[in-house]
């Protein structure tokens, strides 16, 4: 499968399975998102894989909408701010490099027939403290994983996304 094939299998999933991730392949998304580039390589970045029923029913409580219930596993995407690059003007680059390490995630987890979704609309404070998280991290993002119900059409792309002309504009901008 070439990569673009590999994006466009990516969806997002609701529904999932009944059935446990093996830990070969939770590796290995975890080492896609290790491997994921970060802003001046300070890789300020740390995954808390949820799998624990207690646990999880807990960071899941975060969360408004009851189908995350249905993941066999949880990861939060966390990072520190202390850790994180500043650029010159101040902006800081900890959402970029949890962006970039997510997605490194949700393609693996598509190549090895996975499903997942970004989850970031949660109330980042309460999983903060659920979590334990230390003062200067931040809890990102959240990517619920496991074996979807139904396979993602990756034809939907020709009717979903905007036309490649409307996105790209060439030595200046213009729309």
């Not at 909408?65 to 966390?78: M, N």
Request: hydrophobic residues 40%; positive net charge; charged residues 30%.
């Amino acid at each position: 499968m070439t990569f673009l094939e590999l994006a466009k299998w990516r969806c997002s999933v609701r529904r999932f399975k009944k059935q446990q991730v093996e830990e070969e392949k939770l590796l290995k998304i975890l080492e896609a998102g290790r491997v994921a580039p970060s802003a001046c390589n300070y890789q300020p970045l740390h995954f808390v894989v949820l799998s624990e029923e207690k646990i999880k029913a807990r960071v899941v409580s975060t969360y408004s909408e009851s189908w995350i219930k249905s993941a066999p596993v949880i990861i939060a995407v966390c990072g520190d701010h202390s850790l994180s690059w500043k650029r010159e003007d101040g902006k800081d680059h900890l959402d970029i490099d949890a962006a970039i390490a997510a997605d490194h995630m949700t393609l693996q987890a598509a190549e090895l027939g996975l499903g997942t979704c970004w989850v970031c609309w949660f109330d980042a404070m309460k999983c903060h403290s659920i979590l334990k998280l230390p003062e200067t991290y931040e809890a990102i993002a959240l990517l619920p994983l496991g074996y979807p119900e139904k396979p993602c059409d990756p034809r939907r792309h020709d009717k979903t996304r905007k036309e490649l002309r409307s996105l790209v504009s060439w030595d200046r901008f213009n729309v």
